[in-house]
């Protein structure tokens, strides 16, 4: 009698990867792949979405050909597929030993072979890949072949034909990123018939969701900081803002910090890049494009100093922090600012684009301003059906207060009216409160019938209200600050609509969730002092030799022979073989 695939595959997941079973929707997906079907999985970050294509292709004759956005993210990968005894390679513009690889490949020693979608697309790869057997094709970061999706590539749409060309290769495409739309067209232009989505969901619960107004974002950012040890990465919008917050932070809190972004030299974006790899505490501070090449396991946050482009932009960088599964926070600092920039630009859209543009900014403004479930808001978008609660978000630990400011609403958009819809919020509060100042005279907007309605009372509550509704689009922006009435500014004036505001519970008082790693246990700190002289010898991130769990998995068992050390998770033959007498022998000497 034959073993069956999937008890095969548990037997292979033990002596490569070091783990009993799979995780989630991995059997699903791993069930469809040695089966020969085509499928679209999606499943969130840090689910083990890699381990999927990564696992057959060690057990199946033949390569694994993956397609992947960005060439660190492909050497990321290689490291680890090689650390735990997978035969893979890079074939890409700066890899040197294209020579061999191309030798290997025909030569059937490989079982992963990782592209760029550009090469993949041309015909000499082509006809390459008809010199050997091949037993899947993966495509990494899948949403990126959907004119739908939040991070388009062009060139993944020229993958089809290529994959067409070889009928009897099974197609697994993979994304952690993709609302109901964007999956039904990665499926129709990569040939995935309609049984094959496998749909994991979109939860991430070791993270925790927090937005709050910016006021000071390096004041803001090293408090987080302080109550997060370990690696962390902070978005800013701007080259100029990236380099400044990043001088900011490091004097601030002593921690090293290093800036990233295109503007800097190749040879000092990719040593910052490096050092943040091989890091277990430094932050680095970049523009979006940073991290979706890095697979880095142990980011223990991730903040945004302001809005991204989309909930889907959003929830991929925040997906960046805690793939280890252990805890990580995810902080958001947002202003009207960023929202009146965000709908300036949709002008630049394309028209038959700028629909959905709109609708993406406005479920954005939802997200930052709902006073529920951080997390719900989240999952809902991309179609699922959670818990109105999920207990592991500001508002859920924390519930913020809400305010009918309708009657509000209708004053300050009443003044934004009559003193001609030119003036910021600021000199709108101004005119409201009835303030003694001479710029208001000499407009004479002193006279207005709306000069001096707001008592001491509501006037702390203008500058909340003013940023809700920039946020909704209710009053926009121009260039110069002044603000305008925009869509939905009628609805409320004339009593068709209310408008409730979140008053944000004060700092401080915030539960903290601790590090998962015991502090002042001498033998998990030897542990992990070996680890990084391990990673140092082999020219390897320290995550790749063993991640936290697995030291705290021997830190808390001693074990004192091979085979009680192979029988922990994370360690798999390979590694096994590798590091197993030196991890034993420091387990012995504590």
Known sequence: ????????????????????????????????????????????????????????????????????????????????????????????????????????????????????????????????????????????????????????????RQLRPLMEAFPGVPRLALTATADRQTRADVMAQLGIPGDGLVLAGFDRPNIRYAMRPR???????????????????????????????????????????????????????????????????????????????????????????????????????????????????????????????????????????????????????????????????????????????????????????????????RKLLSAAWRTGQSFGAGHLAKVLTGADDERIRRRGHDQLSVFGIVGAEEAPLLQPLARALQARGVLVADAHGGLALGGGARAILTGGEAVEIVIPPRRGSRRERASENPVGDPLFDALRALRRELAQEAGVPPYVIFHDSTLRAMAEARPGTLAALGALPGVGARKLEAYGARFLKEIESA
């Open 1 to 156: 009698m034959t073993t069956p695939p999937l008890e095969e595959a548990r037997g292979a997941l033990r002596r490569l990867f070091g783990f009993d079973d799979f995780r989630g929707r991995q059997a699903d997906v791993m069930g469809r792949v040695l089966a020969g079907r085509s499928t679209l999985a999606v499943m969130p970050t840090g689910a083990g979405k890699s381990l999927t294509y990564q696992l057959p292709a060690a057990m199946l004759p033949g390569t694994c050909v993956v397609v992947s956005p960005l060439i660190a993210l492909m050497h990321d990968q290689l490291r680890s597929a090689r650390a735990n005894g997978i035969r893979a390679a890079t074939l890409t513009s700066v890899d040197e030993d294209w020579r061999d690889t191309i030798e290997a490949f025909r030569a059937g020693a490989l079982d992963l072979l990782y592209v760029a979608p550009e090469r993949a697309s041309q015909p000499g790869f082509r006809a390459l890949l008809a010199e050997a057997p091949l037993n899947l094709f993966a495509i990494d970061e899948a949403h990126c072949v959907s004119e739908w999706g939040h991070d388009f590539r062009p060139d993944y």
């Open 215 to 409: 006021d000071n974002a390096a004041r803001q950012i090293a408090q987080l900081m302080a109550t997060r040890p370990g690696p962390g990465i902070v978005y800013a919008p701007t080259r100029a803002k990236t380099e400044r917050l990043a001088g900011q932070l490091a004097a601030a809190t002593g921690r090293e910090v290093r800036p990233y972004h295109a503007g800097l030299p190749p040879e000092v974006r990719a040593a910052n890049q490096a050092a943040f790899v091989a890091s277990e505490d430094m932050v680095v501070v970049a523009t979006i494009a940073f991290g979706m090449g890095i697979d880095k396991p142990d980011v223990r946050f991730v903040a945004h100093a302001g809005v991204p482009k989309s909930i889907e932009a959003y929830y991929q960088e925040t997906g960046r922090a805690g793939r280890d599964g252990d805890a990580a926070e995810a902080v958001l600092l947002w202003s009207a600012s960023d929202f009146a920039t965000a709908r300036q630009r949709l002008s630049e859209v394309p028209e038959d684009r700028r629909a959905g543009e709109r609708a993406r900014l406005d479920a954005l403004a939802a997200l930052v301003e709902t006073p529920g479930c951080r997390r719900a808001v989240l999952l809902r978008h991309f179609g699922e059906e959670p818990p109105a609660e999920c207990g592991n978000c500001d508002n859920c630990l924390e519930k913020p207060g809400v305010i009918d400011a309708t009657e509000l609403a």
